[in-house]
């Protein structure tokens, strides 16, 4: 995700200093699918005020406090917001996912440590797809249909990827992860062929 569509977008909506955005990020619960480094945050902004996309409209001192620059969006910032904004749809999205690298690898390792670590990725999968569930709850009754198909696709994802990793750790359980076997996955093709 463009760190610079964030903050423009964001700006779209009003005035903002850097440390608003940042707490706009995580009211709006974005950091679950924005990576955003503070750091980067206020480089960015730096970035863009050089390049005239946005410009300064205040800075707000108050005591024992650190100045805050306050932002507005320019003309020229609305366009590149449009730009950034269909290149990041159009995008073309990559599965490079660190257990792909770690699968690809397995017959040289133990498959009772493949299995734990599985149980525990398990875990961890289906932590992450409650809390997502829980989210979708809350945003559901004030958020737009695009903002919701954010979480929504996260959703789905999990689910079938908790599906995905349980018959890895059946198949590790019974020492079967470095097998041929063309039908072990006949369940999980039907899920897929639903979508």
């Known amino acids: 995700m463009s760190v610079k569509l964030v903050i423009l977008g964001l700006l779209m909506e009003g005035n903002k200093h850097p440390y608003e955005i940042q707490q706009t990020i995580n009211e ?46 320019t003309d020229a910032g609305r366009e590149e917001f449009e730009r950034l904004y269909f290149e990041q749809l159009l995008k073309k999205e990559h599965m490079h996912r660190p257990v792909y690298a770690a699968l690809s690898f397995t017959s040289y390792v133990d498959q009772e440590k493949v299995a734990s670590a599985l149980e525990k990725k398990i875990e961890e999968t289906a932590a992450y797809l409650e809390k997502m569930q829980n989210l979708y709850q809350v945003k559901k009754v004030d958020h737009s ?51």
């Open 145 to 195: 249909i695009a903002n919701l198909s954010i979480i929504m696709r996260t959703i789905m994802h999990l689910k079938v990827e908790l599906t995905w990793f349980t018959h890895l750790l059946e198949a590790a359980k019974s020492n079967k992860l470095t097998e041929v076997d063309d039908g072990y996955f006949e369940d999980v093709e039907k899920i897929v062929d639903e979508f």
């Open 28 to 73: 709006r619960q974005m950091k679950h699918y924005i990576k955003l480094a503070s750091g980067s945050l206020y480089y960015a902004f730096d970035t863009l005020e050089k390049n005239q996309l946005v410009k300064v409209v205040d800075v707000i001192r108050e005591t024992n406090r650190p100045e805050k620059t306050v932002y507005s969006i």
